[in-house]
């Protein structure tokens, strides 16, 4: 599957990514227009179409870029949370369009051919984009750690999420004037808008304060510490209820453990929801919660945010340190530690205009530092560096 455009631009710049996803295509189409003021040509290269656990409709005709699909195989790495692309065809892609610069995303099977074909001085300079932290007690294997190194050696520039990521990067041996920041994020500008409608003009409120999760079902998310939480709230707040919107392999544990601590009739369970039904769980909600211990950004914090709601985030989360200043527009939060995160809740439950006023500085700081503008920034002033 491809959508092609004639080049009539001077460099011509290639970025390879895994799937289309909702939340990458305003971003690649804004990304493609900077590019075209720049006098360059983008075309974005995906692996796939997509697989099992990502369940996103995609809106091909959404994407004003071109772009290529490869008939890429998949490997599956112990469970359905782990797949490696093989990037079948990438090579005859590069070769047809002759890139001047190539951007891959990650520490993949792509960037390693690239990089790999760079050092035989056969492909042009690569850039990594890249959201990947230290995650303690990940694989830390020395073949990994050696593979990684040389990928940055190699890497002309690197484009990364936030700061955990910028970290990450610096401890595999990269320069600190290779690193560009192209911060993760979604259109904030839509979330802003349809959520703000949505309470303004036709949103019956729940009776009950909402606690909001949004996320695949999994050990790693820790959702099994937002219901030991919900238990202790309901002792001090009984009109309150949780959330849960999503699917994934921890969904048997999850209802069980509900049952088990008696507040099955407090928590509500959605299925997987596309981006377009997304807006009407921010807009009704009266806080987030994120408590994953091992996300290295964290894209729904973002839309949380960016839709004006108060969120606890988990201190481990990537996005959590780079957006959320204490007290001021959400809290960082050691999940674990129940007894801290009872109080806020409580806080904000008791006092809707507080909470509302962090929702609305959330919002704001979000427009401010995630908007796509600033993404797209910092992708052309890698590309412009990467490229003289």
């Given at each position: 599957m491809s959508n092609n455009s004639k080049?009539?631009?001077?460099?011509?710049?290639?970025?390879?990514s895994n799937i289309p996803t909702?939340?990458?295509i305003p971003l690649f189409t804004a990304l493609h227009a900077a590019c075209l003021k720049e006098e360059m040509q983008l075309t974005i290269v995906f692996a796939a179409k997509g697989y099992e656990r990502r369940q996103w409709k995609i809106d091909y005709d959404s994407m004003k870029f071109p772009y290529h699909v490869l008939a890429s195989g998949k490997i599956q790495l112990g469970s359905k949370e782990g797949v490696l692309f093989t990037y079948s065809t990438l090579t005859k892609i590069l070769r047809q369009l002759k890139p001047d610069l190539i951007i891959s995303a990650g520490f993949s099977m792509a960037t390693t051919r690239i990089a790999v074909r760079w050092y035989?001085?056969?492909?042009?300079?690569?850039?990594i984009w890249t959201e990947s932290v230290d995650r303690p007690g990940h694989n830390r294997s020395c073949l990994r750690m050696i593979q990684r190194k040389l990928l940055c050696k190699g890497a002309k520039s690197l484009l990364v999420s936030g700061s955990r990521a910028a970290d990450y990067v610096q401890s595999l041996g990269t320069k600190s004037n290779k690193i560009f920041r192209a911060i993760s994020t979604v259109d904030t500008d839509v979330f802003l808008k349809k959520t703000a409608k949505i309470r303004t003009f036709g949103a019956k409120r729940p009776a009950r304060k909402v606690i909001l999760y949004i996320g695949h079902?999994?050990?790693?998310?820790?959702?099994?510490l937002i219901l030991h939480l919900l238990q202790r709230v309901l002792q001090?707040?009984?009109?309150?209820?949780?959330?849960l919107v999503g699917s994934g392999?921890?969904?048997?544990?999850?209802?069980?453990?509900?049952k088990d601590l008696d507040i099955v009739e407090h928590v509500c369970f959605w299925p997987f929801q596309q981006q377009e039904n997304l807006y009407d769980f921010y807009a009704l909600a009266d806080c987030f919660v994120f408590p994953s211990q091992y996300d290295v950004w964290g894209m729904a914090l973002v839309e949380a945010m960016a839709s004006g709601l108060p969120c606890l985030a988990s201190e481990l989360a990537g996005a959590a340190v780079d957006l959320i200043n204490n007290g001021e527009n959400g809290y960082l939060v050691d999940f674990h530690r129940i007894n801290t995160a009872v109080p806020i809740l409580l806080y904000l439950f008791n006092h809707p205009q507080k909470a509302k006023k962090i929702g609305q500085t959330a919002a704001d700081s979000i427009q401010q530092r995630c908007h796509i503008r600033n993404s797209v920034a910092g992708f052309m002033e890698a590309i412009k560096w990467s490229i003289q």
């Open positions: 080049n009539k631009a001077g460099k011509n710049i290639i970025l390879i909702p939340y990458r035989l001085e056969q492909y042009p300079p690569y850039i079902f999994t050990k790693g998310k820790r959702i099994d001090h707040y009984e009109e309150s209820e949780l959330w392999p921890e969904y048997p544990y999850l209802k069980n453990l509900s």
